[in-house]
C-alpha cells in the first residue's frame, strides 16, 4: 500500500499531477478541493494516497490531508459508490461540507452533483450517517462551496483556461453540455483556470 508521497511537483492538470519521488513520477489524481491546495510546479509538496489495483489498471489518488482521504475511504465502501464517484464527490465539495450534507439529510445538495441521482443520495445519507456521526461540524452553511482559491489574488490567465476547465469537468463527470454552459457562464477574461473551474463547479452545485 503507498499511503504518503512526498517529492517534486512536476506536471499539473486538473484532476492529475505528476509526481516525483527520488527520480520516479507518480501519476496521481486528486478532488479539486485538494488539487488548488497544491504548489506551482518545481516545488516540493506531500500527499496523502490511496492506491487502487484493479485488472486494467493500478490507480493512486491523492489528498492534502488525511482527514480527506479517510472520507474517500469511508466513500468508497458505500454501496454503488467507487473512487472515481468518490472523488467527484470530494471536488465537488469539501469533506467537512459533505458531513454537514449528510448530518443534516441534505439530499438536495448531494443530487446536484455528477453521478448522483436522487437514491444514490438517499443511499449516501442512510449509509454514511452513523459512519460520520462522529466527525464534527460546523453550522457553517454548504452554499459556500469550493472557496479554497483566493477570489482576490490575480493570476495571469493562460491562453487555454478555459479549455483547461472544460477538460477538468469532463473528467469529474460533467456532459460536454453542461460543462459548456458553466464555463460560459461565468468566464471571465482575467480568470485563470483555476478560478474558472471552481467558479463554473459553484454555479452548478
Keep these: 500500500m503507498i499511503g504518503r508521497l512526498q517529492g517534486v511537483l512536476l506536471e499539473k492538470q486538473a484532476p492529475d499531477i505528476l509526481l516525483d519521488v527520488a527520480g520516479v513520477g507518480y501519476e496521481v489524481q486528486l478532488p479539486l478541493t485538494s488539487f488548488y491546495q497544491l504548489p506551482e510546479p518545481g516545488s516540493e509538496t506531500t500527499i496523502y494516497t490511496h492506491f487502487v489495483v484493479r ?18 475511504r469511508q466513500l468508497i465502501k458505500a454501496n454503488g ?12 465539495m469539501t469533506a467537512q461540507q459533505f458531513v454537514h450534507c449528510v448530518l443534516h439529510d441534505d439530499i438536495s445538495t448531494l443530487v446536484k452533483l455528477p453521478g448522483v ?3 444514490t443520495a438517499e443511499r449516501l445519507v442512510i449509509e454514511m450517517r452513523d459512519r460520520l456521526k462522529d466527525w464534527g461540524v460546523s ?14 489574488a490575480f493570476f495571469a490567465p493562460p491562453a487555454s483556461a478555459e479549455q483547461d476547465a472544460l477538460g477538468a469537468l469532463l473528467a469529474l463527470g460533467y ?7 458553466a464555463v460560459k457562464l461565468v468566464k471571465r477574461a482575467d480568470m485563470s483556470s483555476e478560478q474558472l473551474i471552481m467558479a463554473a463547479l459553484k454555479s452548478m452545485i
Aim: overall charge neutral.
Design 55 to 72: 485488472e486494467d489498471a493500478q490507480l493512486l489518488y491523492g489528498f492534502i490531508s488525511r482527514t480527506e482521504r479517510s472520507l474517500f
Design 81 to 92: 459508490v467507487g473512487p472515481k464517484l468518490a472523488l467527484t464527490i470530494l471536488s465537488g
Design 117 to 119: 441521482g436522487k437514491k
Design 139 to 152: 453550522d457553517t452553511p454548504v452554499t459556500d462551496k469550493l472557496t479554497l482559491v483566493g477570489d482576490d
Design 175 to 181: 456532459s460536454q453540455a453542461q460543462a459548456g454552459k
